[in-house]
């Protein structure tokens, strides 16, 4: 994939790759109804290390990576939900693109379990990721809908950080 705005913004570091890997990893199982376990090898022996012409070599967390698409499978029913729940009235899971779905997916499943990594971060990387394969309102659409799936699993990370914002934007 090559980023739509390629010269707007800094080139991701390792994890911020292997969210974009997790996408495209997530992706291809949904198309293809392979298990993510053979998915996972795939692009950590082969396309992560380069084998594939694909010049990811060095740049993508494997172990990040195995974990967002290992998590998303492993707790996909609880995501899909979640998402459900957080999409307009007469949005349904099922109605959005595909690309945008896996976004998603992912950007939920680390609002849920990966604790270790700040709400806003993950909100932020999601919403550079649709940045980089939409240039429509879908990104718009990924803060939104990410950012009220924040507010839901960390409220008060997320009242704190506002909370931040609000009194540095008071001098």
Same mark, same amino acid.
């Given at each position: 994939?090559?980023?739509?705005?390629?010269?707007?913004?800094?080139?991701?570091?390792?994890?911020?790759?292997?969210?974009?890997?997790?996408?495209?990893?997530?992706?291809?199982?949904?198309?293809?109804?392979?298990?993510?376990?053979?998915?996972?090898?795939?692009?950590?022996?082969?396309?992560?290390?380069?084998?594939?012409?694909?010049?990811?070599?060095?740049?993508?967390?494997?172990?990040?990576?195995?974990?967002?698409?290992?998590?998303?499978?492993?707790?996909?029913? &609880?995501?899909?939900? $979640?998402?459900? @729940?957080?999409?307009?009235? #007469?949005?349904?899971?099922?109605? =959005? /693109?595909?690309?945008? +779905?896996?976004?998603?997916?992912?950007?939920?499943?680390?609002?849920?379990?990966?604790?270790?990594?700040?709400?806003?971060?993950?909100?932020?990387?999601?919403? &550079?990721?649709?940045? $980089?394969?939409? @240039?429509?309102?879908?990104? #718009?659409?990924?803060?939104?809908? =990410? /950012?009220?799936?924040? +507010?839901?699993?960390?409220?008060?990370?997320?009242?704190?950080?506002?909370?931040?914002?609000?009194?540095?934007?008071?001098?």
């Amino acid at each position: 994939m090559t980023a739509s705005r390629a010269g707007d913004t800094a080139p991701p570091g390792p994890r911020g790759m292997a969210r974009l890997c997790a996408v495209q990893a997530l992706y291809q199982i949904e198309i293809s109804g392979t298990s993510h376990g053979p998915v996972i090898d795939e692009f950590i022996g082969f396309r992560m290390s380069g084998e594939l012409g694909e010049n990811l070599s060095g740049q993508a967390d494997p172990d990040f990576f195995r974990d967002v698409v290992s998590g998303v499978s492993a707790r996909d029913a &609880e995501i899909v939900s $979640a998402v459900g @729940e957080a999409l307009s009235e #007469g949005w349904s899971y099922e109605r =959005l /693109d595909a690309t945008l +779905r896996q976004i998603l997916r992912a950007g939920t499943y680390e609002l849920i379990a990966r604790v270790d990594v700040p709400a806003r971060v993950v909100i932020d990387e999601y919403v &550079e990721l649709a940045n $980089a394969f939409f @240039e429509g309102p879908e990104p #718009g659409f990924v803060n939104a809908v =990410l /950012d009220g799936l924040g +507010r839901r699993y960390r409220s008060g990370e997320m009242a704190a950080a506002k909370d931040t914002q609000t009194r540095v934007g008071r001098t």
